[in-house]
């Protein structure tokens, strides 16, 4: 899979996007993700529009890399993706818990994808660090949202805060690419 650092920093910045709008609209409904039951639609809708994004980026940098569907990983992260969102469509009908379980499940294996692409990638496209430090910060999420969701006080806001830290990330990794395309200039 050959993607260009602009196509991918591009990709990066309309991620580091979604994510802030994402984030901004978990925090100014933030009572929604809170409730001793099971998650608000308003909660179900964003918890299941955001693997559904990283499907659809990862859809887009596929396109972008003009390689049909013979990346493995890619298909495995696809895949992921859409098994998290009919999970998710599940999981929300049913408690918090269950719902940050599927959430934590996802972010881990994700980012165990994020970070398998970004070794793979650093050869060929370089400034991969902050996707490194990403996958491996997912998988640690992921793990802690699955031990937060047998809490009996377990709330959905915590993935706010994941996202943020995900749209910052990607927000490096743009930077990181933007600095090295320079150099590779001059």
Same mark, same amino acid.
């Not at 659809?56 to 859409?82: P, W």
């Not at 408690?95 to 070794?119: K, N």
């Not at 910060?137 to 809490?151: D, N, P, R």
């Not at 749209?167 to 990181?176: D, E, N, P, Q, T």
């Given at each position: 899979?050959?993607?260009?650092?602009?196509?991918?920093?591009?990709?990066?910045?309309?991620?580091?996007?979604?994510?802030?709008?994402?984030?901004?609209?978990?925090?100014?409904?933030?009572?929604?993700?809170?409730?001793?039951?099971?998650?608000?639609?308003?909660?179900?809708?964003?918890?299941?529009?955001?693997?559904?994004?990283?499907?659809?980026?990862?859809?887009?940098?596929?396109?972008?890399?003009?390689?049909?569907?013979?990346?493995?990983?890619?298909?495995?992260? +696809?895949?992921? =993706? #859409?098994?998290?969102? %009919? *999970?998710?469509?599940? $999981?929300?009908?049913?408690?918090?818990? !269950?719902?940050? &379980?599927?959430?934590?499940?996802?972010?881990?294996?994700?980012?165990?994808?994020?970070?398998?692409?970004?070794?793979?990638?650093?050869?060929?496209?370089?400034?991969?660090?902050?996707?490194? +430090?990403?996958? =491996? #910060?997912?998988?640690? %999420? *992921?793990?802690?949202? $699955?031990?937060?969701?047998?809490?009996? !006080?377990?709330? &959905?806001?915590?993935?706010?805060?994941?996202?943020?830290?995900?749209?910052?990330?990607?927000?490096?990794?743009?930077?990181?690419?933007?600095?090295?395309?320079?150099?590779?200039?001059?």
């Amino acid at each position: 899979m050959t993607t260009s650092s602009a196509g991918l920093r591009r990709l990066h910045l309309i991620r580091v996007a979604f994510s802030l709008i994402w984030v901004a609209l978990v925090v100014t409904t933030s009572a929604s993700l809170v409730s001793p039951d099971r998650p608000t639609t308003i909660a179900a809708v964003l918890l299941v529009i955001y693997p559904l994004w990283d499907v659809i980026a990862t859809l887009l940098e596929r396109r972008m890399a003009g390689d049909g569907s013979t990346d493995r990983v890619g298909t495995t992260n +696809i895949a992921v =993706g #859409l098994a998290t969102v %009919a *999970g998710m469509i599940a $999981a929300v009908f049913t408690t918090i818990g !269950t719902t940050l &379980l599927v959430f934590g499940i996802w972010a881990l294996l994700s980012g165990a994808i994020q970070l398998a692409v970004a070794i793979r990638r650093r050869r060929t496209v370089g400034a991969q660090w902050p996707m490194v +430090i990403s996958g =491996g #910060l997912s998988v640690l %999420a *992921g793990i802690s949202f $699955a031990a937060m969701s047998a809490s009996a !006080t377990s709330s &959905l806001s915590s993935v706010a805060g994941y996202s943020a830290f995900g749209a910052f990330w990607f927000l490096v990794s743009g930077i990181a690419l933007s600095i090295r395309g320079r150099r590779e200039k001059h």
